[in-house]
């Protein structure tokens, strides 16, 4: 064809030219290849364009998606001296740069500063509307600037009433977000008006998941950094305090005990009432995470007050569903019955009713030191990676589908639907702890090209037919905080380019007249009057620490980690001794295992150098497979 004199001609002006650069710019022989290779790859796309690249298939999907199987020219610069910048090739040709490159390959640090700014006061608006409008009521409704509690007219409405308890829920779910922007002078207001005025002694019947992590753990969490000897946060002791927010949580957790009483199997109930303990009517159905994530909480309460009943009963139900798991998949449902101890939900995925439970095998490990848990995660880490993972082996290299961690049926492991949910978004971040970054990046890539489609998560999204299938995002953290912890670990400035697109999503779409409110549908941006308190909990707290290089939590002598709530705690030898003989000994399924080989997750996540030092200069994911990620979502 006549288009391949020109390419005859091409190939005879890129060798000249390079010499010339060479005698002219002093440019090495690497250079001029890389040069030469850039060249060379785009006609290697003339090729793919003409459909006359041997063994293609110009009506295969995959090779249109995948494109040329060459390395990402920033990644082919050789690597340069001890002295010299640290600069891909690719910047002496600011007109070569691929698209994705030139977004996404440096965050200034002005721009850094604005965007923190900018976090901090989507955190003021929504909070300080909270103590004008709702306080001391649970929650905020930020279009018509009201309270929202318990709703008592209609008890059956679990989607209210499991969170909301009267118990000024998002003012205690907040109080540790105050320390880490470094207000403490609210903090300690806001903790004098949690002592002062927040009872549990109330009629309120709650979900024990959502006390634990949303109440409990932040009780916990304030205490901690109330009366923390290294004051990581300067000087926040309160004078006259005597440990009341850890006499809060004690009781508290006093209420919720009878979650785990009079059950077959160990595994608690779902709710309790404050006042009366289990509802007669209570259903014996539970879902795993429910029942799975309560040990890092009472866990590190039974340590600070010298009583093993706490972390008795979570380990006990931990171990109990561990038990019921597939022999053959090892895998586990999602709902359970309590007493039968027979599976009621048999899908097995990452998201709702299952996430956090994986979560906190791990960050149990990470905080008490017990092998047995980090045994459990492995074990269920190996489990999800052969069955639920789709697409080709590797994240960064190689052809095939992007991978995806798809919902499958616990015994056969094969896919039980063609959905993933927004809360399966926390995952890349727990990757990032058990050391697994590579998987963690093709993962968040994903998430993260479905809300540069939408503006949000859609909280189901049908990765089949490119479609959200459940329509309402209700200003989940779980994308944010695997951003914060990807960027803590490859220092990439991709993540802050992420972080941006959130932020700004969230004021464009989300903000009205006193808060930020869900929205009921991500596609036409309509909204639902309603602020959860997690929102300020997590969401406005990893935005804002993505960009806040020099906050105390990322300097301190002390590691930290956080809840599934996003609450502080920091890794101390305090949480690794117990003041009580093991009273729960080895159990058939939980212990009976080998030591694992593997090297235990690092906790210091902000000091994490997981990756090749050149992979902070170029792009985390290659482009041609972020272009891939995008096409898979419908934005290309």
């Known amino acids: 064809m006549q288009w391949r004199s020109i390419v005859v001609g091409l190939v005879v002006l890129r060798l000249s030219l390079g010499w010339v650069l060479w005698l002219a710019f002093g440019l090495g022989p690497s250079v001029i290849w890389g040069f030469n290779f850039q060249l060379g790859f785009n006609l290697h796309k003339l090729d793919v364009l003409f459909g006359e690249e041997k063994g293609s298939d110009p009506g295969s999907w995959s090779q249109r998606v995948h494109g040329p199987r060459y390395e990402e020219s920033t990644t082919t610069c050789a690597k340069p001296e001890e002295d010299s910048p640290r600069r891909p090739y690719l910047s002496f040709f ?29 955190f003021y608006f929504g909070y300080d509307n909270y103590m004008k409008y709702a306080f001391p009521e649970d929650e905020l409704n930020p279009i018509a600037c009201k309270g929202r509690g318990p709703d008592v007219l209609n008890p059956s409405n679990i989607n209210i009433n499991d969170v909301l308890g009267n118990y000024s829920l998002t003012l205690i779910d907040t109080l540790d977000t105050l320390l880490v922007l470094g207000n403490v002078t609210e903090f300690q207001r806001a903790v004098k008006l949690v002592i002062e005025t927040v009872s549990f002694d109330k009629d309120s019947t709650v979900q024990v998941f959502e006390a634990n992590i949303r109440i409990l753990g932040s009780l916990i969490s304030s205490h ?16 006259g305090y005597d440990n009341e927010l850890l006499h809060m949580a004690h009781d508290l957790a006093v209420r919720l005990l009878p979650a785990f009483e009079n059950t077959s199997t160990g595994i608690p109930y779902p709710r309790v009432n404050l006042k009366t303990g289990v509802p007669p009517d ?39 569903l561990w038990k019921l798991r597939s022999n053959e998949t090892g895998l586990l449902g999602n709902v359970v019955n309590i007493q039968t101890g027979q599976w009621v939900g048999k899908q097995s995925g990452l998201g709702a009713g299952m996430d956090s439970f994986y979560e906190y095998l791990l960050k149990s ?33 190689g052809e095939g589908d992007p991978p995806l961690y798809v919902n499958v049926n616990m015994f056969s492991g094969e896919i039980m639907n063609t959905w993933i949910d927004s809360l399966q978004a926390f995952f890349p971040g727990l990757q990032v702890l058990n050391g697994d970054v590579d998987n963690a990046i093709c993962l968040h890539a994903f998430y993260y090209a479905i809300w540069k489609r939408f503006g949000a998560l859609p909280e189901r999204y049908n990765w089949q037919l490119q479609a959200p299938d459940v329509l309402f995002y209700p200003l989940r953290p779980e994308l944010v905080e695997s951003t914060y912890l990807l960027y803590q670990a490859t220092k990439n400035p991709f993540y802050l380019h992420v972080g941006m697109d959130i932020l ?30 997690f929102f300020l909990s997590e969401t406005c707290k990893y935005l804002y620490l993505l960009f806040d290089e020099d906050n105390p939590l990322h300097h301190s002598d002390n590691k930290y980690i956080f809840t599934t709530e996003g609450h502080v705690v920091p890794i101390d030898k305090r949480f690794r001794e117990k003041q009580w003989n093991d009273l729960y000994p080895c159990e058939e399924g939980a212990l009976a295992e080998t030591e694992p080989n593997s090297r235990p997750p690092s906790s210091n996540i902000s000091n994490c150098s997981r990756i090749p030092e050149e992979r902070r200069y170029t792009l985390p994911l290659k482009s041609v497979y972020m272009r891939q990620i995008d096409h898979m979502v419908g934005l290309l």
């Open 224 to 239: 901690i950094l109330l009366t923390d000897p290294k004051h990581p946060f300067g000087k926040v002791g309160l004078e």
């Open 365 to 397: 490990y990470i905080l008490f030191g017990e092998k047995e848990d980090y045994r459990m995660f492995q074990a269920s880490y190996e489990s999800i990676q052969n069955h639920m993972r789709r697409g080709r082996e590797s994240c960064n290299e």
């Open 504 to 533: 700004q999503s969230l004021e464009k779409n989300a903000k009205v007249r006193c808060g930020y409110a869900t929205l009921h549908h991500v596609v036409d941006k309509s909204k639902e009057d309603r602020m959860e308190s």
């Open 282 to 320: 209570s259903i014996n159905e539970t879902c795993t995470a429910g029942a799975g994530s309560l040990l890092v909480e009472f866990g590190i309460l039974s340590r600070l007050i010298g009583d093993s009943t706490f972390e008795w009963v979570a380990r006990r139900a931990v171990r109990a």
């Open 94 to 122: 600011d007109g070569n740069k691929d698209e994705y490159v030139r977004r996404y390959s440096s965050f200034p640090d002005p721009l850094k500063a604005k965007m923190k700014d900018m976090a901090r006061d989507m």
